[in-house]
């Protein structure tokens, strides 16, 4: 089908002031957290995935975003929105409190957030700027930004939570497992490789003893029938 990646305006908190690239206008391989509300799906045998859909992703520099299969293989979460040809304003919330990235959206023209992405341990550097950008193929659609409104939310922080937040260089999400880069299985541990043993033991000795019965009984049954 051909279809080129397709308007797509998206959101980016990123450490450079706005630079021209591929991931919905923007530069790849950034610094921080993108938010991207995709309209047109590029990989086919889309089923699972319900299009306009938005994602995010933290990239510490070293990630390239995945046009052709839209975003898959680096997303931290997502959801299907149904954002065009609406005749109310649509909204998206990008909370980042703690270290908790939550996205909530209000599209249906109710004033109702439904949640979005939650992502815990997410670490964003300070002193990053505030972006947006989209990009179109052939086929497009018109989509406006009316407003960006910030905001800074006051939250209580102990000073070791002050002090690990000031410590934070580079972009980076705790526990992170990319569909892209599956962690290899964890070695087994002693215990659990005693009692996988152990159990097979048990069951294969059950077998005998059952094998066993129904062997003899076979045997009776066959020697009533020569007598
Ligand atoms: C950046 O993130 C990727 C993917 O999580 C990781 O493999 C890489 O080691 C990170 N690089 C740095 C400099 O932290």
Known sequence: MGTKPFVTPATFIHSLSFLLGPVFGSKDNFLGLGVFVDTYPNEEKQQERVFPYISAMVNNGSLTYDHDRDGRPTELGGCTAMVRNLNHDTFLVIRYVKRRLTVLIDI??????????????????????????????????????????????????????????????????????????????????????????????????????IGVIIYNKWQEQSRKHFY
Not at 111 to 125: K, N, S, T, Y
Not at 154 to 168: C, L
């Open 108 to 209: 249906d023209g109710k004033h109702e957030w439904r949640d979005c992405i939650d992502v815990p341990g997410v670490r964003l550097p300070r002193g990053y700027y505030f972006g947006t950008s989209s990009v179109t193929g052939d086929l497009s659609d018109n989509h406006d930004i009316i407003s960006l409104k910030l905001y800074q939310l006051t939250v209580e922080r102990t000073p070791e939570e002050e002090k690990r937040d000031r410590e934070v260089y580079l972009p980076v999400v705790d526990n992170l497992k990319l569909p892209g880069m599956e962690a290899p299985l964890e070695p087994m541990s002693g215990l659990a490789l005693f009692l996988i043993v152990f159990f097979s033991l048990v069951a294969l000795v059950f077998a005998i003893v």
